[in-house]
């Protein structure tokens, strides 16, 4: 098959370029951000090979999808073949999607435990059993030999209700006793129980003694039992009391308990079938947060202490509580702290008992026994999905999620959890780490039983091929139970990668962005050989990356440039990475060390000050300690999954955010932080969407926009027509194409492949209405404002200090290529970081501030990691503190002090290996960064002068 050839594409910033990506290579596209990569990669090819596909459909089914797909600005592709991307930016938010469903893995599992796993009963711990009818009768026969028994169905198992219809039509079926909670009893006509309170109901069948002459009455009275009783029978010595349980289902032969005939949709925690009852498969449940529903318990209920209740009035509620309050003999009026605690908790949880109402002004009807379920349930009841946003908004706020006290977070059912195979059950198995997963599938099938050994090979096979792909991206420290949206970018994208290289497809073109963020230079070769996998199954994979063991390990470059926007989109270099040593490009010369990222001469010791984090111990921190001397750019890095993260974002951010903002979230488990006196201000820049919608833009957020909109607010002819601000927004109706109500596009969706959009025909995409856009500055209504590209408007704007001042900001952190207008849900991880970080930088700092960033080199070249450490270094010259999470060996040789936690991903993470200057780092025996770092700052330092450290 032939090679792919691109010819003439214009897409954004190309300037009618022709590229060549050989076939079955692994074809690198690097260059600087916004030099045109992605519109090559994504918005050329992978977009010409989607419209291909759409066109494969036929009319009718085009119909459906709004006929079709406009073809990207390319004179011609040849060669090219099924297209699949792998970006970052489709991570599902499905939060009952998980590392094992994605990977298909958790399926695996499900069907082995349905084939072959032994159930244990929950209640007694014995191995459940199942009958046939015929071996319950020759059981009867041997172990009740010439005794009297009761034949019994079980018709109610522990559940509420006052069973008044059952028991009717029971009476009318001709039986005439039951057995309720233990106790024998006459059916009689209107026979009911309290409803409130939990039963147990059993009907007899037959009383009879058992003998062989009567073999066929009691397989009779068997059949009927075992109908009515839906496959189990109780039978009960007559004499003795003594019970058996018997059944053709699986079943406890201790309490009578049965379970149901194992499939793999009893093991899924999205089917009704499997899920646990209380949290629906989720994992966790929404309890009452006191202290959100009584911030101040020195007020009476009576004068509205509990929040959601509000102050006293008339309604059904209050009275409820009124009588509750009368049942403890305490006073509505009281403070709440000087009420019984055993109150409270009624109060917030229910009571087991109905109170007495009188009813007389609510529904007329005199004094009524009526439930009372309890404040937390009402407030449960509205946060459910049947409510609507503002209802469960109001009633969230009063919750707090924590691990499902039913399941331990496992998502399952009891049932589930009592199948087990080599002594774990599936919720084990999920809870694993993938690395110690692998090892526990070693030899399995040797440590089964022969006859399930026979089912689970293949299963097994399926299983641990999958497995291993993950093992081999260097996401060993996941867990199959580990939730899709807590996953980053580059994780989401490699296990997305390592279920592609699963699925053994061929002849097919993948293209990737950057699968090598978030990984430590340890995993970086374990990706390059996955890739390489991928490539050699008879695939053709395009990686849109900086990364230089990467660009070093491809069989093709392709180099674009030579700056960015408009400065960008043309092919530099193209060839093999031998040829492109020998190139004069810019990337190049970052390869062969004519260009170098350097560390300062000296490095800084801070301002005396520190901030100090005692006994950490969330997830799997193993009650670390450290400290961060203030006034000084510090680098935390390690591999991934070594706890970073959960030491910074999650513990030390929220714990300050709670000291400066009264955050409500609070910090994972930590002993004591020092020093958080010395600041004042904390930042954190991670890369979380601007905005969730295409109506965010860089404009919007940084607030330049209406500064914009104010300039055009105060032009000659906006006066004459009386044009107000929201004139030139295109979020209210007034100046807004209301055709596209200010959106510029019309989405089509396409049913099983991500919606299109496609340019609104009324505006043709520019959002607003004619009118709005005969109000021009300098020639430029406001949508070709949008329109414009930061580096563009820096020069349109040069005489607009205000404007010009927020705009310098964003060129400056290397955006300059964006458009002020671009959607934010078409912006990189990293673009929306770097945006943040514009925000910031345009606000006045006291020089006692903590910036956090996370992995900023994300989506960045070598030269724009330059641009950045100046950027950074800027802050902490001005006496600022910068916290960077960072693997990017260019950032680490670059700060003043770096932290390395480790020395393993997961549970053999967590711990302090290195704090000091990272000339230090290179000598400590423990660290995996060790060795790179050193091997890093010798290339760096053969190419420029020798550093001073102190």
Request: proline share 5%; charged share 25%.
């Amino acid at each position: 098959m032939q090679d792919i050839n691109i010819h003439g594409a214009k897409v954004h910033n190309l300037k009618n370029i022709d590229a060549h990506i050989p076939r079955h290579s692994l074809t690198v596209l690097t260059g600087l951000s916004g030099s045109g990569k992605s519109s090559l990669a994504f918005d050329t090819i992978f977009a010409e090979g989607q419209r291909r596909y759409i066109e494969t459909f036929s009319s009718y089914a085009r119909s459906f999808l709004g006929g079709g797909m406009e073809r990207p600005d390319v004179e011609e592709i040849s060669g090219l073949a099924p297209v699949i991307s792998i970006d970052q930016k489709t991570t599902n938010r499905n939060p009952r999607s998980t590392v094992g469903t994605v990977t298909e893995i958790y399926d695996f599992f499900r069907l082995l435990y349905a084939r072959a796993g032994t159930a244990i009963s929950y209640a007694s711990k014995l191995p459940m059993v199942r009958y046939s009818e015929a071996q319950i009768l020759d059981l009867l026969l041997e172990q009740y030999d010439q005794r009297r028994v009761l034949l019994l169905a079980p018709v109610v198992r522990q559940r509420k209700g006052h069973y008044k219809e059952l028991f009717e039509k029971l009476r009318k079926k001709g039986y005439l006793h039951v057995r309720i909670d233990g106790q024998m009893r006459e059916i009689v006509y209107g026979m009911k129980l309290d409803r409130y309170r939990m039963h147990s109901v059993e009907v007899q069948t037959d009383k009879l003694q058992i003998s062989a002459n009567k073999r066929d009455r009691i397989a009779s009275s068997l059949r009927l039992a075992m109908k009515e009783g839906d496959g189990i029978v109780m039978v009960m010595d007559a004499e003795s009391g003594r019970i058996s349980y018997y059944s053709r289902n699986l079943m406890c032969p201790k309490t009578g308990i049965s379970y149901p005939d194992p499939a793999p949709h009893n093991f899924s925690f999205n089917s009704p079938n499997g899920y646990c009852p209380r949290c629906r498969g989720i994992g966790s449940v929404n309890i009452p947060d006191i202290e959100a529903i009584i911030p101040d318990p020195k007020l009476s209920v009576y004068k509205g202490g509990i929040i959601p209740l509000g102050k006293h009035k008339k309604t059904l509620l209050f009275r409820k509580i009124e009588a509750l309050f009368e049942r403890h003999e305490a006073d509505i009026k009281a403070p709440i702290e000087s009420l019984p605690e055993g109150l409270i908790g009624e109060l917030l949880e229910g009571t087991e008992e109905p109170l007495m109402i009188d009813t007389k002004e609510f529904y007329g009807l005199g004094e009524m026994s009526l439930p009372y379920e309890g404040l937390g349930a009402y407030l449960e009841e509205l946060s459910g999905e049947e409510w609507d946003y503002n209802a469960k908004k109001w009633a969230q706020q009063y919750m707090k999620a924590e691990t499902c006290p039913e399941c331990d977070g496992t998502r399952l059912s009891q049932e589930a959890l009592h199948y087990l195979i080599d002594g774990k059950h599936i919720g084990h198995v999920g809870a694993m780490e993938l690395s110690a997963l692998g090892s526990w599938l070693e030899g399995l099938e040797e440590r089964i039983e022969p006859e399930q050994r026979i089912i689970a090979r293949e299963i097994l096979k399926e299983i641990r091929t999958r497995l291993s792909f993950l093992l081999d991206v260097g996401l060993g420290y996941l867990s199959l139970s580990r939730s899709a949206d807590t996953l980053s970018g580059g994780e989401s994208q490699r296990i997305r990668l390592a279920t592609q290289i699963g699925t053994q497809l061929v002849e097919v073109l993948y293209i990737l962005d950057e699968p090598s963020i978030g990984l430590h230079q340890r995993d970086n070769m374990r990706l390059i050989r996955s890739l390489k996998k991928l490539r050699d199954l008879g695939n053709t994979v395009i990686v849109v990356e900086h990364d230089r063991d990467m660009m070093l390990e491809a069989d093709h470059i392709i180099d674009m440039g030579p700056g960015a926007g408009r400065l960008g989109g043309r092919v530099v270099f193209e060839g093999s990475a031998e040829e492109m040593l020998h190139a004069g490009t810019l990337t190049a010369k970052y390869l062969t060390g004519k260009c170098a990222i350097t560390p300062p001469e000296t490095r800084r010791p801070g301002n005396g000050l520190q901030l100090s984090i005692e006994g950490a111990s969330g997830h799997n921190l193993k009650d670390l300690s450290v400290t961060i001397d203030l006034g000084t750019l510090t680098c935390i890095t390690g591999v991934s999954g070594s706890g970073k993260s959960t030491l910074i974002n999650k513990t030390l951010y929220p714990a300050l955010s709670q000291r400066l903002y009264r955050s409500l979230e609070d910090p994972l488990p930590v002993k004591a932080i020092h020093g958080l006196e010395h600041l004042d201000k904390v930042i954190s820049v991670d890369q979380s969407p601007i905005g969730r919608t295409p109506r965010s833009n860089p404009a919007t957020y940084t607030g330049v926009f209406t500064d914009i909109r104010n300039l055009f607010v105060g032009l000659a002819e906006s006066k004459m027509r009386g044009y107000k601000p929201g004139r030139f927004s295109f979020n209210v109706s007034g100046g807004r194409c209301e055709i596209c109500r200010g959106n510029g596009y019309k989405t089509i969706e396409m049913n099983f492949l991500p919606d299109v959009l496609a340019p609104c025909e009324g505006c043709h995409g520019k959002r607003y209405n004619r009118e709005t856009l005969e109000v021009r500055f300098k020639g430029q209504s406001i949508a070709d404002v949008l329109d414009m590209t930061i580096n563009r408007a820096v020069e349109f704007f040069e005489h607009v200090p205000h404007i010009l001042k927020k705009l310098l900001v964003l060129q400056e952190v290397g955006l300059g290529y964006l458009t002020l207008g671009q959607p934010s849900t078409t912006l990189s991880g990293g673009e929306s970081q770097r945006i943040k970080l514009a925000s910031e930088l345009a606000k006045r700092d006291t020089g006692r501030t903590l910036y956090i960033l996370d992995e900023p080199t994300t989506g960045l070249h070598f030269e724009d990691i330059r641009v950045l450490m100046g950027i950074l270094n800027r802050l902490v010259d001005r006496g600022n503190t910068v916290l960077v999470i960072e693997h990017n060996l260019d950032v680490v040789k670059c700060a003043d002090r770096v932290i390395e936690i480790g020395p393993d991903g997961g549970n053999e993470g967590g711990q302090l290996i290195y704090s000091g200057v990272p000339e230090g780092l290179c000598q400590c025996p423990d660290s995996p960064t060790a060795q790179y770092l050193k091997a890093e700052l010798e290339r760096t330092y053969t190419t420029t002068h020798t550093h001073k450290t102190t």
